[in-house]
C-alpha cells in the first residue's frame, strides 16, 4: 500500500472556524490531489498539487486554499467553515501526470470525515 | 467540461457475473479507471484502459471504446465481498496535466 497518512481522521467543529486537514506521503510522488465525496456527487476534486509550492484549482476550490511546502505534505485549509462543508475529504497522490506510458493510478489516503455544526 | 453516467445501483449473486458500464462525454481523454471502495475506506486502483478492448486482470476485466465514449467492468465468480462502490473516472490532459474526473459510483450488492 502507498504511504499516505491523512489527519485528523475525524474532526467536529462549528461554523465560522478556520479547519485544516493534513496529508502526509513517503512515497516522493509528485502529484498529491484533495478530493472530497458527498453523496449523489462522487469524488469531486478541490485542489492539487503538481510540485513543491505549485498548486491549481479543481472543480470545487471555492472556500478552500492549499500549500504545499514539502513534497511529502499538503495541506488543506478551510478559512471559515460552513455546514456545506461536511464531507468526507481524501487525499491521493500519483507519480506523474505528465506520462501516458504508465497507469500513473492515484493512490488514496484513508481520508477524513469532517462534520461542520 | 466532463459528464461521466454509471448505474447507481446493481444486486447480482454470488458465484455470478455482473456487468458495470460507464458512458462519459470529454475532452482531451487521456484514459479510464476504475476503482472499488469498500463503506467507510479509500478508493483502490482495479484497472485502467487507454486504447480500445479489454483488459483481464483475475475475475476482473475491463473494457473500453474510444469512439462510443464506453466502458464497462466485469466481475466474475461473484464474492461477497465484492459487494461495494465501482467508480468509474475519466483523466483528461488539461494545462495543468492530467485531472481525474469521477462518475458518481455504482453500489453493487452481492447476494446469497
Known amino acids: 500500500d502507498a504511504g499516505i497518512t491523512q489527519s485528523p481522521r475525524h474532526k467536529v467543529t462549528e461554523t465560522g472556524t478556520p479547519v485544516t486537514l493534513r496529508c502526509h506521503q513517503t512515497?516522493?510522488?509528485?502529484?498529491m490531489y484533495w478530493y472530497r465525496q458527498d453523496p449523489g456527487h462522487g469524488l469531486r476534486l478541490i485542489h492539487y498539487?503538481?510540485?513543491?509550492?505549485?498548486?491549481d484549482k479543481g472543480e470545487v476550490s471555492d472556500g478552500y486554499s492549499v500549500s504545499r511546502s514539502k513534497t511529502e505534505d499538503f495541506l488543506l485549509t478551510l478559512e471559515s467553515a460552513t455546514s456545506s462543508q461536511t464531507s468526507v475529504y481524501f487525499c491521493a497522490i500519483s507519480e506523474s501526470s505528465w506520462s501516458t506510458s504508465s497507469y500513473n493510478e492515484q493512490f488514496f489516503g484513508p481520508g477524513t470525515r469532517l462534520t461542520v455544526l | 467540461g466532463q459528464n461521466i453516467d454509471q448505474p447507481t445501483e446493481m444486486t447480482a449473486t454470488e458465484g455470478a457475473i455482473v456487468q458495470i458500464n460507464c458512458t462519459y462525454q470529454?475532452?482531451?481523454?487521456?484514459?479510464l479507471f476504475w476503482y472499488q471502495q469498500h463503506a467507510g475506506e479509500a478508493p483502490t486502483f482495479l484497472s485502467y484502459n487507454v486504447l480500445d478492448g479489454l483488459e483481464e486482470k483475475g475475475r476482473f476485466s475491463s473494457f473500453l471504446s474510444r469512439s462510443k465514449g464506453y466502458s464497462y467492468l466485469l466481475l466474475k465468480e461473484l464474492q461477497m465481498k465484492d459487494s461495494a462502490s465501482y467508480l468509474c473516472?475519466?483523466?483528461?490532459?488539461?494545462?495543468?496535466?492530467?485531472?481525474?474526473?469521477f462518475g458518481t459510483g455504482t453500489q453493487l450488492k452481492v447476494e446469497l
Open positions: 473516472a475519466v483523466r483528461v490532459f488539461t494545462g495543468g496535466g492530467n485531472k481525474l474526473t
Open positions: 470529454t475532452s482531451g481523454f487521456n484514459g
Open positions: 498539487s503538481y510540485g513543491v509550492k505549485d498548486t
Open positions: 512515497e516522493n510522488h509528485r502529484y
